[in-house]
């Protein structure tokens, strides 16, 4: 039977990392804990463990509850994390947050709006451009060049941008995880849900929302 700490990780998961290379492994976060996830066997490896004492670097505030995560595509050995209205670098490759931080998102990422500059969502990489991330802060989103550091579109309404998406998926979403093999998809998570979007034809896939409880095999 499952434990309590494991129940919580089907239900509003906070981030999601992928490891470096766009490797088939990923770090679902949640609340103090995170779980290394197998993509490609859709399994979790070893269990839940603490942030804290794994994530070498990482300011206290991050061992808990952090907002969101980005890949940075065009830098494949780097990853940020975002909590409240500060981010961390995360070198990937030495397998701890880089010195200096954390940062004021304000300071990191001066072409986001305002209102984006705390509490942040979910980040999503784009399909084809490595320059490019959608990123999400309740029910509306921007388009954002990361080196060139402005804003491309929005803020717009996630409602009627996102074709296919349900309607509690408009009104903010949890985190967002990447396809192990494919890049025109990407999965959305909200409350005790996910979709399968693709990216490339601009809808949801069929079939969806799922459960997360069932489809995702967190632990054995």
């Known amino acids: 039977m499952a434990t309590e700490s494991q129940e919580s990780f089907y239900r509003r998961i906070d981030a999601v990392l992928r490891s470096r290379d766009e490797g088939q492994i990923a770090w679902f976060l949640k609340d103090t804990q995170y779980v290394r996830y197998d993509l490609k066997t859709d399994e979790g490896v070893n269990g839940a463990k603490s942030i804290a004492g794994h994530w070498e670097g990482l300011p206290d505030s991050f061992t808990r509850g952090v907002d969101a995560a980005l ?10 994390l975002f909590k409240d209205d500060q981010y961390v670098r995360y070198d990937l490759e ?63 309404a996630i409602k009627g941008n996102w074709p296919g998406l349900p309607d509690s998926f408009n009104r903010g979403i949890d985190a967002a995880a990447p396809h192990p093999a494919n890049r025109d998809k990407v999965y959305l998570f ?16 069929t079939g969806y929302p799922q459960p997360i409880k069932g489809n995702w095999h967190f632990f054995s």
């Open 94 to 156: 030495a397998d701890e947050a880089a010195p200096g931080y954390p940062k004021t998102i304000a300071e990191g990422w001066t072409g986001l709006p305002a209102a984006f500059q705390q509490g942040l969502d979910a980040a999503v990489n784009h399909p084809s451009d490595d320059e490019i991330v959608w990123f999400f802060k309740d029910d509306q989103y921007v388009r954002y060049n990361v080196p060139e550091d402005k804003v491309v579109v929005g803020p717009k």
């Open 71 to 80: 890949n940075r595509r065009d830098q494949p050995t780097v990853g940020y």
């Open 190 to 205: 909200k409350d005790d849900q996910y979709v399968r979007y693709d990216l490339e034809a601009d809808r949801a896939d």
